[in-house]
């Protein structure tokens, strides 16, 4: 039974950081990626970034460098680094993970970031 569970989201004022953790209990699928969604409020999920086993990432373009996915495997975590934040980033994000080339399999609970 895989368990995804965030934390480290809070209020943060305009241009401050915030880094959020992930831990990952349970066994992902062999291989498996990693990721951050948000939810911004009226809005739908929006997929920010993704990391792959072997180290390869993606973000939304919209973030422009500002955010930073990274994991520790010995301590099954995954980060997500966010600088320079803005008001337009207060959502509440979500941590998955999901096989090679498939949509995510597993989420976390959320965890509410403030800008303001």
């Known amino acids: 039974h895989v368990q995804l569970v965030e934390s480290g989201g809070g209020s943060v004022q305009p241009g401050g950081s915030l880094r959020l953790s992930c831990a990952i209990s349970?066994?992902?699928?062999?291989?498996?990626?990693v990721g951050w969604f948000r939810q911004a409020p009226g809005q739908g999920r929006e997929g920010i970034a993704s990391?792959?086993?072997?180290?390869?990432?993606i973000y939304a373009n919209s973030l422009k460098g500002r955010f930073t996915i990274s994991r520790d495997n010995a301590e099954n975590t995954v980060y997500l680094q966010m600088d320079g934040l803005k008001s337009e980033d207060t959502a509440v994000y979500y941590c998955?993970?999901?096989?090679?080339?498939?949509?995510?399999?597993?989420w976390g609970q959320g965890t509410q970031v403030t800008v303001s």
């Open positions: 998955t993970t999901r096989p090679s080339y498939s949509p995510p399999d597993h």
């Open positions: 349970g066994t992902p699928s062999p291989g498996y990626c």
């Open positions: 990391l792959a086993s072997d180290g390869s990432s």
